[in-house]
């Protein structure tokens, strides 16, 4: 009984469990982060790319922040 009770003792102690447990919600945090900026900034960032390829293919269309 008394090792039963150590053990329980030894094993509520261990924070190996619980630290890997905060880095894992401080990682699904920056998931969340990265997939709404992701969303809100999704078009215009895919209209920038667009429009870079346009450039270096020849056929400027003017890029954002050019004065073309």
């Known amino acids: 009984m008394i090792e039963l009770i150590r053990t329980a003792y030894v094993t509520l102690k261990d924070?190996?469990?619980?630290?890997?447990?905060?880095?894992?919600?401080?990682?699904?945090?920056i998931v969340v982060v990265v997939a709404i900026a992701a969303d809100a900034l999704g078009g215009s960032i895919g209209e920038f790319f667009?429009?870079?390829?346009?450039y270096l293919q020849g056929k400027p269309s003017g890029l954002p922040g050019s004065s073309s």
Do not use: C, L, P, S
């Open 15 to 29: 924070r190996k469990g619980v630290t890997a447990m905060e880095y894992a919600v401080i990682a699904a945090g």
């Open 50 to 54: 667009n429009k870079f390829a346009e």
